[in-house]
């Protein structure tokens, strides 16, 4: 039977209950087991996909086009398993598909109620995710905080969960904050211990508490948890920020969590080989000189909007024996000419413009493009910063200004004929906005003779998409005698997957998301290739 651990959050949100998950299951893999996570998050929305960036950071793409949480890219990354799209549930997916059910009379006419039918179609989804990736562990984090309304629902279906499964299969985790006073300079047990009563006051009782806190945590700490929360004190485990998200696996593991967790769940397998991770943690703490990363976009400082692309910048960097110094480079200050926004692109060694949606700062965007191109700095441009790229590049060399997007430009100011990114080909203009773009693993046949081919060392590739618009193949040839090498093609339907300018160093655009597939062991070969060049 497969085994099942629960990782909810009290007191706050943002306490790193992803990373606590990840990080427990990079354990039990290292230890040879077969790892599935799951988040469900108790939001209405049916997925992240229309939500701003303001509000929920980065949407992170699965293999098979799922839009998911952030959280999402932090599993894939720790566990280096491909996550499918029943790696993200919702309280709009489980009504939706609930509500569906019964107007096609599916329940005979009964009444439909919250328990059983919610919190059985909750358990229905995380069992057929377990089925279906035959996982020997199945990792499952409970979205928001214990305590809130719209969270109860799932708390109950995994309280149902033990017991129907039992307590040899079933395992609960509690991340928590130890808030520190500064005035009485002491951390305070009190809200974990509150935490912790409305959680037994739902029938879970957790078996592992994890303490989240900025500072130190003494012994005499963990015993009174331990005492106040009827833990055995072996199973608090204190989580001091760490300087680096990778360094928790280690961490977590000189606590003993592999074997602790074995013990109540009867795994034989309980000792991990960290070795590689131990390598990546030794290159991260190791001292290195800084390399300046220019980072385009209009969510100038908020990480989360860029998650997966920090990431893959921090590990190539690790990589390359550097200290990633980012730079946020608002691309809206950049259309102002603001003078200290210039001055902070220029000094960098690498420019990187990211995806995203909507015509807000993409002059900005196009302007870094030009930078990048004119002064040979290496340029790395994502989805949007492929067709960012393609823009700048056609305006100049076809001597033609009102060359753009029709995304950018929805009342046809400019023309259709000057569209060189236009809709996506075969796609029906729909109301609907969520899950309609070109979304999941497409393949890409790349160019022998391009700059590309040697950072894959392969001619065909497979990446993942997420975006509405393709570049405009009447344009191609036009482009090409002027310099743009169309280096990556989807062999199925003849789009432009990859673009790379001739006479430049390292200018390289993607119409896909490379940063949803680096690992910290292994970074994706396009962010190794700009950080070398950079470098």
């Known amino acids: 039977m497969c085994k099942y651990i629960f990782v909810t959050g009290g007191v706050c949100s943002s306490l790193g209950k992803g990373i606590t998950t990840a990080s427990i299951g990079a354990l039990l893999k290292a230890s040879g087991l077969k790892v599935f996570t799951q988040k469900l998050d108790p939001y209405l929305n049916v997925d992240p996909g229309t939500m701003s960036p303001f509000q929920h950071g980065e949407v992170f793409v699965t293999e098979d086009g799922g839009e998911t949480d952030l959280d999402l890219g932090h599993y894939e990354r720790f566990i280096d398993t491909n996550l499918t799209q029943l790696s993200s549930v919702t309280t709009g997916k489980v009504y939706s598909e609930v509500l569906s059910r019964e107007r096609t009379g599916n329940f005979l006419g009964r009444t439909i109620q919250i328990i059983p039918d919610i919190t059985n179609a909750i358990q229905d989804k995380i069992t057929q995710a377990a089925e279906k990736s035959k996982c020997d562990v199945m990792m499952v984090e409970i979205g928001g905080t214990v305590g809130d309304i719209e969270g109860l629902p799932f708390l109950e279906a995994i309280r149902q969960m033990r017991y129907k499964n039992g307590e040899e299969n079933t395992f609960f985790v509690h991340v928590t904050l130890l808030p520190y006073l500064a005035a009485a300079k002491e951390l305070k047990t009190k809200p974990t211990q509150a935490s912790v009563r409305e959680l037994r006051s739902i029938g879970i009782q957790p078996d592992m508490i994890v303490a989240r806190a900025d500072t130190h945590i003494k012994k005499d700490l963990l015993k009174k948890i331990a005492l106040f929360c009827d833990v055995n004190e072996q199973y608090v485990i204190p989580a001091?920020?760490?300087?680096?998200?990778?360094?928790?696996?280690?961490?977590?593991?000189?606590?003993?969590?592999?074997?602790?967790?074995?013990?109540?769940?009867?795994?034989?397998?309980?000792?991990?080989?960290?070795?590689?991770?131990?390598?990546?943690?030794?290159?991260?703490?190791?001292?290195?000189?800084?390399?300046?990363?220019?980072?385009?976009?209009?969510?100038?400082?908020?990480?989360?909007?860029?998650?997966?692309?920090?990431?893959?910048?921090k590990i190539a960097c690790y990589h390359e024996n550097r200290e990633l110094e980012l730079l946020w480079v608002?691309?809206?200050?950049?259309?102002?000419?603001?003078?200290?926004?210039?001055?902070?692109?220029?000094?960098?060694?690498?420019?990187?413009?990211?995806?995203?949606?909507?015509?807000?700062?993409?002059?900005?965007?196009?302007?870094?493009?030009?930078?990048?191109?004119?002064?040979?700095?290496?340029?790395?441009?994502?989805?949007?910063?492929?067709?960012?790229?393609?823009?700048?590049?056609?305006?100049?060399?076809?001597?033609?200004?009102?060359?753009?997007?029709?995304?950018?430009?929805?009342?046809?100011?400019?023309?259709?004929?000057?569209?060189?990114?236009?809709?996506?080909?075969?796609?029906?203009?729909?109301?609907?906005?969520?899950?309609?773009?070109?979304?999941?693993?497409?393949?890409?046949?790349?160019?022998?003779?391009?700059?590309?081919?040697?950072?894959?060392?392969?001619?065909?590739?497979?990446?993942?998409?997420?975006?509405?618009?393709?570049?405009?193949?009447?344009?191609?040839?036009?482009?090409?005698?002027?310099?743009?090498?169309?280096?990556g093609i989807n062999p199925e339907n003849n789009l432009v997957e990859m673009a790379e300018i001739k006479d430049h160093p390292f200018m390289i655009g993607c119409q896909f998301h490379p940063e949803f597939k680096s690992r910290p062991q292994k970074p994706h070969p396009l962010f190794a290739g700009f950080i070398k060049a950079a470098k």
């Open 240 to 313: 001091e920020s760490a300087s680096s998200i990778y360094e928790v696996p280690l961490k977590f593991n000189n606590s003993n969590v592999t074997k602790l967790i074995a013990n109540k769940l009867c795994l034989k397998k309980s000792k991990p080989d960290l070795s590689e991770w131990k390598k990546i943690v030794k290159k991260i703490k190791s001292k290195k000189p800084a390399l300046k990363i220019a980072l385009v976009g209009k969510y100038a400082g908020l990480d989360d909007a860029y998650l997966s692309v920090i990431e893959s910048l």
């Open 330 to 487: 608002s691309s809206e200050k950049l259309e102002e000419k603001d003078q200290q926004t210039w001055k902070l692109l220029k000094s960098a060694k690498g420019i990187l413009v990211p995806g995203g949606f909507g015509v807000r700062g993409t002059e900005g965007k196009i302007m870094a493009a030009k930078y990048a191109r004119e002064n040979k700095i290496p340029y790395l441009g994502l989805c949007l910063g492929m067709q960012i790229m393609t823009i700048e590049f056609a305006r100049h060399f076809l001597n033609n200004d009102k060359i753009t997007s029709e995304e950018f430009d929805e009342n046809n100011q400019s023309g259709k004929e000057n569209h060189i990114i236009n809709f996506l080909p075969g796609q029906s203009i729909t109301r609907a906005k969520g899950g309609t773009l070109r979304l999941g693993l497409y393949k890409c046949q790349i160019d022998k003779n391009s700059k590309v081919y040697k950072l894959y060392k392969k001619t065909l590739i497979e990446e993942r998409h997420r975006h509405r618009y393709e570049f405009n193949n009447n344009y191609k040839e036009a482009l090409q005698n002027a310099g743009i090498n169309f280096c």
